[in-house]
């Protein structure tokens, strides 16, 4: 087994691929290599700004000095792009979701096993303080037996932020698929596996507009429901509520888990930090204190080289991305069929990391 430092490959350099590569040059356990896009400009600006080579997709899946290639491409291609890099002999890690069905996802797991490498996916937002405090409190008994968590995350929609919007309104993104990743992991995360899911859609506009960027003013279409509101039920018999929505004036991010002794009411999931309050059934609401590392992408990445180092799974793993994909699918359905949907994978809540597990620490 390899002690090197994990030699790492990106392709996709848009728009999160400045965060993961601000994050990852911190920690050492990853080296960065190259990056690649169908847009060279967009792969040699980057690689530029960071001291990577740019490289064509062909020559980075190549290189012998890559061991885990990042696929940041958009979620129409997670699936090529993915089964291409295993087909390199290289890991993968993925932005999520892992693919556009479970099928393809399913596919993309067992070439990963059959060549003995991993396919890992984001997002590894639940690796942050916040949630994992939560999850190590809840696993304490501070608000006793998990029963029920409501998610909500609104806003008008990301055409406001992203220069190219569209694929935010396509099969495998949409508020549940673009969104729904990080709260229904953070589900699974404190309250275990989904076993089916019941919701209803909505979508206020057929069309939109880019608001930024060099495209502003086009307009494109609206290919699935920019809102859902979906029920959720455990393998536990735990209930939870999943507003996710493209349609709403308010930005919100709310995240909470109630049991038999209090509500536990953490900060937004899609971020790694700020401070959580229990508010028990009895007695005053205090506040919690987040434990652990606030680094944000990337983090899931150095736990994938490490675990391929230690051979434990990786805790951001395809297995679980596989059923966050089917609960977020199935929340889709749904809404069409209007009836409940039955889940056919599970996927239990990954370890907890300790207090102290640090990214930038050098481990390998
Ligand atoms: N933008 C965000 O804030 C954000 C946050 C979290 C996760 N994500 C996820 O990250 C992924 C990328 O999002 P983005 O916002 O950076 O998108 P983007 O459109 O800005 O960038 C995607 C890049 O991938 C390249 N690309 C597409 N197909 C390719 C292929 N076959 N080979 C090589 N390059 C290819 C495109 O040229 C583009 O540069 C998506 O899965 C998205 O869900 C984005």
């Avoid at 430092?5 to 990852?24: E, F, H, K, T």
């Avoid at 993915?82 to 479970?102: C, D, F, N, Y």
């Avoid at 991993?118 to 994992?132: E, I, K, N, V, W």
């Avoid at 509520?241 to 900060?267: A, H, K, M, Q, Y």
């Amino acid at each position: 087994m390899s002690t090197e430092r994990a030699g790492v490959g990106i392709i996709g350099a848009g728009m999160i691929s400045g965060m993961y590569l601000d994050n990852m040059r911190q920690f050492p356990d990853l080296e960065l290599k190259a990056i690649a896009d169908l847009d060279l400009d967009r792969a040699a600006e980057k690689a530029q700004s960071y001291g990577m080579r740019a490289q064509s997709v062909e020559d980075l899946l190549s290189s012998d000095d890559i061991e885990i290639v990042i696929n940041l491409t958009i979620p129409a291609v997670h699936f090529e792009v993915s089964m291409q890099i295993l087909a390199s002999g290289k890991h993968v890690w993925s932005e999520k979701p892992i693919t556009l069905s479970r099928e393809d996802a399913a596919t993309l797991l067992q070439e990963a096993r059959n060549r003995g490498l991993r396919s890992a996916c984001a997002p590894d937002t639940f690796l942050g303080a916040a949630l994992q405090t939560a999850q190590r409190e809840i696993l304490n008994g501070l608000i006793g037996r998990p029963t029920s968590a409501m998610g909500i995350v609104q806003s008008p929609g990301p055409e406001r932020v992203h220069p190219n919007p569209a694929f935010l309104y396509d099969d495998g993104a949409g508020p549940t698929l673009d969104m729904g990743p990080y709260y229904v992991t953070a589900f699974i995360q404190m309250m275990g596996p989904v076993q089916r899911v019941a919701s209803v859609p909505s979508t206020a506009r057929k069309t939109r507009q880019i608001l930024v960027g060099p495209n502003a003013g086009t307009e494109f279409e609206v290919k699935v429901p920019s809102q859902d509101m979906a029920l959720l039920e455990f393998a536990s018999g735990a209930t939870a509520t999943l507003i996710t929505s493209f349609e709403c004036g308010i930005r919100r991010n709310l995240f909470e888990v109630s049991g038999t002794d209090g509500t536990l009411v953490v900060p937004n999931p899609n971020f790694t930090e700020g401070d959580l309050t229990l508010f028990p059934m009895i007695g005053e609401p205090k506040g919690v204190p987040a434990k652990g590392s606030i680094w944000g992408r990337g983090v899931g990445v150095v736990d994938l080289a490490r675990s391929i180092r230690s051979g434990q799974e990786e805790r951001a793993s395809g297995t679980l991305a596989l059923h966050v994909l089917d609960v977020l699918l199935a929340i889709q359905e749904a809404g069409r069929e209007r009836r409940w949907i039955q889940l056919s994978s599970a996927n239990a809540a990954p370890v907890p990391l300790s207090e102290d597990w640090d990214p930038t620490a050098a481990t390998i």
